[in-house]
């Protein structure tokens, strides 16, 4: 039983994907955790737009077809923490009518199709750059010290798709 996950994610352009990684390493070189720590290339900063189990081939075919390349401006904004004792670091990322459009025709496209996780439904989706995946709560007022930098306003780049159990990417948009 597969015990990963598939998704749908938007990536960033180049100048975007540095300074994200910049916060990883920021974190990292504090002794905290950090995204940072997946040394795989796959390992990106992204939106994830869509998330199941289980994500069929055909979805893949269709956002080829009816997703647009994304090219449009993402402003990642303030920080958000979610879960509890230990939490995962996130930069919050400013919805635009074009985010918004793309996370509803992704989900459109994939939900009729596998089961999905309810936060992922368009009007419960918070966008979001994940920088720490189980901080302690202990270590979050010096996390968001050492982020405390400002906005990060980059664009978007292209939709990849990620599958968890098999630790493999690709690309169902073109490069801009």
Known sequence: MPTMVQSVELLFDEATDVAVRAEW?????????????????????????????????????????????????IRLGGLVMFGGRHVTLSRLVVPSKALLSLHRSVFDLAAHATEFTPHIRPGEWTPHVTLARRLPADQIAEAARLLDGGDIIGRASVVRRWDGDAKREWVVTAPP
């Open 25 to 73: 390493q920021r974190l990292w070189d504090a002794g905290m955790p950090s995204r940072t720590r997946v040394r795989a290339e796959s390992n990106r900063p992204h939106i994830t737009l869509f998330v199941a189990r289980h994500i069929p081939p055909e979805i893949d075919e269709l956002l080829g077809r009816r997703i647009a390349t994304p090219s449009f401006h």
